[in-house]
């Protein structure tokens, strides 16, 4: 059973790490029956919850994962989590939220880390435990005092990891924080885009091969991801009146901006050119002004997640009105 916060759960149009994992098991001959109560994304777009549109759900997604889950809450009630669905074992990736939204002490982070690991040995006494490292992220470059924190909990976990280890219920570290890029693998400073995931997996992977013996250490080098929304934006363009073209289209899961290119085909143009703002999905449908009267454009949309711009609409094009007529 996997344990974690939003970086586990993941949100609308995500793989998440469970799913890269789960992925490499099987293809290394492994049956892995994942557990818990949980079976959905978080939709970032509309801050709903029970989201199914990963992006791609032919997997086992069940675990223990949603957004601001901390150790403090969860060190309650693992114990009846483990009792109800058994696992063999359990992965862990909680602590964040603890410190940055809580403020919670080094020492109670200790203390609520042994409680947890206390509580689901209580349920399952042979239950082996992977501890993964809290990765790195934005707010740990910028704030020293937060990455103290940080870095003083990673410690506390591979002290807790060593002194409580057991043979009848062994704990091991997952080294997750190791090959993340800050501004390559995160779409938003914090949360993981498809190649962090695979680092974060890659780390789970590695230590259940080499310590428990289960599946093969994730392969070298990486792929390397399309980042972004990958479902395409479906795009209609209508007159909107004089030197104006108003643009609908379909949101794509987790996409929380759209660019929005234009080409002017009676100047000749032939390229793009990309506004600078993206438009936000409750700016649906969004009208152009500006335009000049008469003139054949072509537009298309790039939906993005955070800082990762993926899929492309089609492309759609008009010939803008020269006089004002009622836009339908």
Same mark, same amino acid.
């Given at each position: 059973?996997?344990?974690?916060?939003? +970086?586990?759960?993941?949100?609308?149009? =995500?793989?998440?790490?469970?799913?890269?994992?789960?992925? !490499?098991?099987?293809?290394?001959?492994?049956?892995?029956?994942?557990?818990?109560?949980?079976?959905?994304?978080?939709?970032?777009?509309?801050?709903?919850?029970?989201?199914?549109?990963?992006?791609?759900?032919?997997?086992?997604?069940?675990?223990?994962?949603?957004?601001?889950?901390?150790?403090? !809450?969860?060190?309650?009630? +693992?114990?009846?989590?483990?009792?109800?669905?058994?696992?063999?074992?359990?992965?862990?990736?909680?602590?964040?939220? /603890?410190?940055?939204?809580?403020?919670?002490?080094?020492?109670?982070?200790?203390?609520?880390?042994?409680?947890?690991?206390?509580?689901?040995?209580?349920?399952?006494?042979?239950?082996?435990?992977?501890?993964?490292?809290?990765?790195?992220?934005?707010?740990?470059?910028?704030?020293?005092?937060?990455?103290?924190?940080?870095?003083?909990?990673?410690?506390?976990?591979?002290?807790?990891?060593?002194? #409580?280890?057991?043979?009848?219920?062994?704990?091991?570290?997952?080294?997750?924080?190791?090959? +993340?890029?800050?501004?390559?693998?995160?779409? /938003?400073?914090?949360?993981?885009?498809?190649?962090? /995931?695979?680092? +974060?997996?890659?780390?789970?992977?590695?230590?259940?091969?080499?310590?428990? !013996?289960?599946?093969?250490?994730?392969?070298?080098?990486?792929?390397?991801?399309?980042?972004?929304?990958?479902? !395409?934006?479906?795009?209609?363009?209508?007159?909107?009146?004089?030197?104006?073209?108003?643009?609908?289209?379909?949101?794509?899961?987790?996409?929380?901006?759209?660019?929005?290119?234009?080409? =002017?085909?009676?100047?000749?143009?032939?390229?793009?050119?990309?506004?600078?703002?993206? #438009?936000?999905?409750?700016?649906?449908?969004?009208?152009?002004?500006?335009?000049?009267?008469? /003139?054949?454009?072509?537009?298309?949309?790039?939906?993005?997640?955070?800082? =990762?711009?993926?899929?492309?609409?089609?492309?759609?094009?008009?010939?803008?009105?020269?006089?004002?007529?009622?836009?339908?």
């Amino acid at each position: 059973m996997i344990v974690g916060d939003s +970086i586990t759960e993941g949100s609308s149009g =995500d793989y998440t790490w469970q799913y890269w994992l789960y992925k !490499h098991l099987r293809a290394g001959g492994v049956s892995p029956r994942m557990v818990g109560p949980n079976h959905w994304l978080f939709n970032n777009v509309t801050q709903a919850t029970r989201s199914i549109s990963y992006a791609d759900p032919r997997f086992q997604h069940a675990n223990d994962a949603s957004w601001g889950l901390t150790l403090i !809450h969860e060190k309650d009630v +693992i114990g009846a989590k483990v009792a109800k669905y058994r696992p063999d074992y359990l992965l862990v990736l909680l602590g964040l939220d /603890d410190i940055a939204w809580q403020g919670i002490s080094q020492p109670d982070m200790a203390a609520n880390l042994a409680s947890f690991i206390a509580a689901a040995r209580a349920a399952r006494p042979r239950i082996r435990i992977v501890l993964g490292l809290i990765p790195p992220d934005h707010r740990q470059q910028t704030d020293p005092a937060f990455a103290a924190s940080i870095a003083g909990f990673n410690r506390t976990i591979i002290a807790t990891a060593s002194r #409580l280890s057991t043979v009848r219920s062994p704990i091991a570290v997952a080294r997750d924080r190791a090959g +993340i890029n800050v501004a390559k693998d995160l779409l /938003d400073g914090t949360h993981p885009n498809a190649n962090g /995931d695979i680092k +974060i997996a890659a780390a789970f992977a590695d230590v259940l091969a080499s310590r428990f !013996h289960l599946g093969s250490a994730y392969p070298r080098p990486f792929p390397v991801l399309p980042t972004g929304p990958l479902t !395409h934006p479906g795009l209609a363009v209508t007159p909107a009146g004089a030197g104006r073209a108003k643009l609908w289209w379909t949101l794509a899961p987790g996409a929380d901006g759209y660019f929005v290119y234009l080409q =002017d085909l009676t100047r000749s143009e032939v390229t793009f050119t990309k506004l600078r703002w993206p #438009l936000f999905p409750a700016l649906d449908p969004w009208t152009v002004s500006l335009l000049t009267p008469g /003139d054949i454009y072509l537009f298309k949309l790039q939906a993005c997640k955070g800082v =990762d711009c993926g899929a492309f609409s089609n492309v759609a094009g008009i010939t803008v009105p020269s006089r004002s007529r009622r836009s339908r």
